[in-house]
C-alpha cells in the first residue's frame, strides 16, 4: 500500500505564505487521487483541495483563489501552496489517497473524507493575528 510522508507546515503570521508536501512512497497518480484536508480543533474533518482527472482541481469554497494544489510526477509529490493565510486557516493538514477503482466520478466527492484510505501523519499550521 502506497504510503504518504507530509513536510511543510509550522507556524506563520496572519497574511504570509507556507507550501505543503506530500510525497508518495511510490508512483502514484495513475491508481490514486490525492487531496488535502484539514482539521481545526473541535471542528470535523474537511477537504481543502484535490488533484482529480486530467489536472482538474477542486477547492473548498473557503480557500478559493488563495491555495494551489499541484503536483510533481517524476518526485511523486503533491504539494499545498498556501497563500494570504487567516487565522482560521489554522489546522492540522492531511493529504490523503483514495483508490481510482473505487470512485467513478471525483468531481463531486473529493471532499469526502471516507473515500480516502491512506493518510499522511498531518503537520500543524498555525496562523497569528
Known amino acids: 500500500e502506497v504510503q504518504l510522508v507530509q513536510s511543510g507546515g509550522g507556524l506563520v503570521q496572519a497574511g504570509g505564505s507556507l507550501r505543503l508536501s506530500c510525497a508518495a512512497s511510490e508512483p502514484t497518480f495513475d491508481d490514486y487521487y490525492i487531496a488535502w484536508f484539514r482539521q481545526a480543533p473541535g471542528k470535523h474533518r474537511e477537504g481543502v483541495a484535490c488533484?482529480?482527472?486530467?489536472?482538474?482541481?477542486y477547492y473548498a469554497a473557503s480557500v478559493q483563489g488563495r491555495f494551489t494544489i499541484s503536483s510533481d510526477n517524476a518526485k511523486n509529490t503533491v504539494y499545498l501552496q498556501m497563500n494570504s493565510l487567516k487565522p482560521e486557516d489554522t489546522a492540522i493538514y492531511y493529504c490523503a489517497a483514495a483508490n481510482r477503482r473505487d470512485i467513478s466520478s471525483i468531481s463531486s466527492v473529493w471532499h469526502s473524507a471516507l473515500l480516502y484510505d491512506v493518510w499522511g501523519q498531518g503537520p500543524q499550521v498555525t496562523v497569528s493575528s
Open positions: 488533484i482529480g482527472d486530467d489536472g482538474s482541481t
